[in-house]
């Protein structure tokens, strides 16, 4: 299970699988990153449309069966998935952790394990959050948001060390990765070096603004 992350992306439509996370910061110097939509690219969207009274989304979830029959175990953690992912953009964290243990319980995923620990550190639960991140990128060792995330929660717990090391994970993942590269300056930073986290965030720049011209480049090539 392959999932990607990023910088925050704007939410599509109601129907459409949630493409966000919901930012948490246990301190002032933690960056969260946020899933892309990558994940959900296999189901189609107002694929678990669920018409129902307003305040009973969370028993229409649980016992969603809007084609009338059993869905597949896939498709129900993925709808319990969808719907803590909206809870948590609400910063109805308490909630949303029912729904991402549920769809845990039927289908363990890297996406669900994401969630879970963003919200658990969100409810400054780092320990917890700590344990679900690792199983995420274990499930899922290219998704860099979980390695930011778990950079953020290490960073709240005091352990800056192994923060750098999740950042530059995610940074080898995704070189441009915003987050982590601010939760990498930081840390370094914490650490005393202060020198090396203003040399992180000049990189940081300098990349971006390769990137930024090169685009300019191809934007002018004819077609």
């Not at 969260?32 to 690219?41: S, T």
């Not at 229409?60 to 869905?71: I, L």
């Not at 953020?152 to 999740?166: L, T």
Request: with cysteine; hydrophobic share 40%.
């Amino acid at each position: 299970e392959k999932l990607t992350g990023g910088c925050i992306h704007p939410l599509r439509s109601l129907t459409s699988p949630p493409s966000y996370v919901t930012p948490v910061e246990p301190s002032s110097t933690c960056q969260f990153a946020v899933l892309g939509c990558e994940e959900f690219h296999d189901v189609g969207p107002g694929a678990f449309d669920i018409d129902c009274p307003e305040g009973e989304e969370d028993s229409a979830v649980a016992n969603a069966n809007p084609c009338g029959h059993n869905q597949a175990p896939r498709r129900i953690a993925f709808l319990h998935t969808q719907w803590a992912f909206f809870l948590q953009k609400a910063n109805h964290h308490e909630r949303a952790l029912e729904h991402f243990y549920k769809a845990i319980q039927i289908r363990p995923s890297g996406n669900a394990y994401f969630g879970l620990g963003t919200s658990l550190a969100a409810l400054r639960r780092r320990t917890e959050a700590q344990q679900a991140l690792e199983k995420a990128i274990k499930i899922a060792p290219y998704m860099s948001a979980g390695y930011v995330n778990l950079a953020s929660v290490q960073m709240s717990m005091g352990d800056f060390k192994d923060a750098v090391d999740s950042c530059n994970k995610a940074l080898q993942i995704e070189p441009a990765m915003r987050e982590a590269v601010m939760n990498l300056s930081n840390a370094r930073r914490m650490m005393g070096q202060r020198s090396l986290a203003i040399q992180t965030l000049w990189e940081h720049v300098m990349l971006v603004h390769s990137e930024d011209e090169n685009d300019a480049d191809l934007a002018k090539m004819p077609v």
